[in-house]
């Protein structure tokens, strides 16, 4: 039985007030994304309990891991949180099966080697049990860490930048492992990170923080097609549409869309991808207009949702998946557009990136 | 520094001053008196007497300064409190106290008649002029070398690698043992060998608060300074096995702190 992790806190921080409240069910992942210094690692600080808030409480369904009122503060090794830190924190002095035996204390002791080989085979890190940490690639020590974190087989799992510490290479191989990870947990999961396409791959519910304050929540779609604010619309960047690639003999790479449709894009790319675009990439044209620019990729779609952010209007669709444009508010008004209104979207196969999955 | 400009040889020629003088005194040591001699003299029960009791103080006071200081250089590294700066800089003092100064210090607190001289003497503690008094001069003299050390090294752990254990199920006292310590081991085992090297060179504070009696008090520093108007060679030898346990002191240092199993990794 998985319970649901609730928090709602306050905690004075150097330069603001750290003060949210935030749910999440069992078996989905929610993401903090925000810039550095928005205070999101500290949220999953107090959670774990490195960090003791001001005020408030922490639950994990029926057991409470912190209620200052009731005066209830479990340290950190009795709230039942694995917890993938940000540079890893792998144990210098420890070979990698060691690493993950550190937290396998109820194992009696003879069982635990076999026990943390395992584990990291599960994570395809097993030849890797003897390495110590110092001779391991960043993309294992990501894979070591994880065995370590999930060893114990938590009831909550927090990732705090998770990707951030890898090559870009590396960081989408590793991220579609942890894709596949989080979908397995049962529990509830907490990703931290600065990338909202991360956030976007990763996650199923996103909350955009900014100094120590939720500003926006809600799916990747939902914010990125009616921002609440400049900062949330600036952030949020690329929309992202799932699809599966392959490469053709021109060499652009053909997506079909999950949704149906195809797009185009100029990275080299074949299987399963996100294809980013970036709302103010996009072109809208009225519905029936012939292809004569050069742009590759035309996709029909309706208009789910207008809208204004000062001069700029983002304009939610639909077309197979959610997709968001972002136009002038002088566009918006020639080209009539509302909801339910149909329009073609176009945009480069040199403006469309393909990120693997 | 492939082309040699006049800055360079400068360089080179400051480096090979300081080589000299720092060196020259040491050479001399050995180079005065043949080694058969040097093994002779270390024959006289002063100067065994004064060794063996070197060997038990020096190790005495590296005791009780690694099982007190170390858990106080955690504290000192990984708790901000109020007055935190005050406190270092007094655990600091005894390092630029002149050893006069310290012994004085030291009879005026443990001293028969210093403030805690009355209650030590009620609980049968004798310290002024017994081996007890010279573990104790060795330790105040010596603690700080270990104490800086070790806080620096507590405080160059990653903190996340500490949260990390706590996170794995580790309450504090194993994350201490199991990561602070073992991460923390280069610097900790650096600290241990400053603090017994300057523990065998203490000759003031031991000298006033413990006096000078063989067997009992004199250790090898006392022991040389005993002899060196009557019986030079003698002298020479007991310093010669100085320099020879002080320079293994520091190749020991330099290995350990270079050992991955201490911790010696620089990431």
Same mark, same amino acid.
């Given at each position: ?8 806190? $306050? ?167 942890? $894709? ?16 909202? $396409? ?70 080299? $790319? ?88 | ?267």
């Amino acid at each position: 039985m998985s319970s649901g992790l609730e928090a709602r806190f $306050a905690a004075g921080l150097r330069e603001f007030e750290l003060e949210l409240e935030l749910a999440v069910e069992p078996g989905t992942c929610l993401a903090l994304v925000g810039p550095s210094g928005a205070g999101k690692s500290t949220v999953l600080r107090v959670i774990a309990g490195l960090h003791r808030p001001d005020s408030g409480s922490v639950a994990l369904g029926e057991r409470p891991w912190l209620d200052r009122e009731r005066g209830v503060d479990l340290p950190p090794e009795r709230r039942d949180c694995g917890y993938l830190f940000q540079d890893y924190a792998l144990f210098p002095h420890l070979s990698a099966w060691r690493n993950v035996a550190f937290g396998l204390k109820e194992v009696p002791r003879r069982e635990r080697r076999e026990r943390a080989t395992a584990v990291l085979s599960r994570f395809g890190a097993g030849e890797l049990a003897d390495a110590p940490p110092r001779e391991l690639s960043g993309g294992e020590r990501q894979r070591v860490a994880l065995a370590r974190a999930l060893a114990r087989d938590p009831a909550l799992l927090m990732l705090d930048e998770p990707l951030s510490a890898l090559d870009s290479t590396t960081a989408a191989a590793a991220g579609r492992e942890l $894709a596949t990870t989080l979908a397995a947990a049962e529990g509830p999961a907490i990703l931290v990170t600065h990338d909202f $396409a991360d956030a976007a791959l990763l996650a199923d519910r996103i909350a955009v923080i900014d100094r120590g304050r939720v500003i926006q929540s809600g799916s990747a779609a939902e914010l990125s097609a009616q921002p609440g604010s400049a900062f949330v619309a600036d952030f949020t960047g690329a929309a992202v549409l799932f699809g599966t690639a392959r490469a053709t003999a021109s060499g652009t790479t053909v997506v079909a869309l999950d949704g149906g449709g195809e797009v185009r894009s100029s990275d080299p $790319a074949e299987g399963k991808v996100g294809v980013a675009v970036y709302p103010w990439e996009i072109t809208l044209e009225p519905p029936g207009t012939e292809a004569h620019g050069s742009a590759l990729n035309r996709i029909e779609a309706r208009v789910t949702s207008v809208t204004e952010v000062g001069s700029r209007a983002r304009i939610g669709l639909l077309a197979g998946q959610p997709l968001v444009a972002e136009i002038t508010g002088e566009s918006l008004a020639r080209l009539g557009l509302a909801p339910g209104v149909g329009v073609v979207t176009t945009w480069k196969a040199t403006a469309t990136r393909l990120v693997a999955r | 520094m492939n082309r040699r400009g006049p800055f360079a040889v400068l360089l080179v020629a400051a480096l090979a001053v300081t080589l000299a003088f720092l060196i020259l005194p040491i050479v001399a040591i050995f180079a005065d008196t043949p080694p058969g001699d040097l093994i002779d003299s270390l024959g006289s029960d002063a100067s065994r007497d004064a060794l063996w009791l070197s060997l038990k103080t020096t190790l005495a006071a590296l005791i009780v300064i690694v099982v007190v200081g170390t858990p106080a250089a955690y504290l000192l590294a990984t708790r901000e409190f109020r007055g935190k700066s005050l406190v270092v800089t007094a655990i600091e003092l005894p390092l630029v106290l002149p050893p006069a100064v310290a012994g004085i210090g030291l009879l005026a607190a443990f001293g028969p008649k210093g403030i805690f001289g009355s209650a030590l003497a009620d609980a049968g503690i004798e310290l002024v002029l017994e081996t007890a008094g010279v573990i104790v001069a060795l330790t105040f003299v010596a603690a700080p070398f270990y104490l800086r050390q070790a806080q620096a090294a507590f405080a160059a752990v990653d903190p996340d690698l500490l949260a990390a254990a706590r996170t794995l199920g580790a309450g504090e006292p194993r994350a201490f043992w199991r990561v602070a310590i073992p991460c923390a081991g280069a610097g900790i085992s650096t600290g241990m060998a400053l603090a017994w090297g300057r523990a065998l060179g203490e000759f003031g504070a031991t000298l006033m608060f413990a006096g000078s009696f063989q067997g009992i008090t004199q250790t090898a520093p006392l022991a040389i300074f005993a002899s060196f108007s009557t019986d030079f060679p003698a002298a020479l030898a007991l310093s010669a096995v100085l320099v020879a346990v002080s320079a293994a002191l520091l190749l020991a240092v330099k290995l350990l702190g270079r050992s991955p199993l201490l911790g010696g990794v620089q990431a």
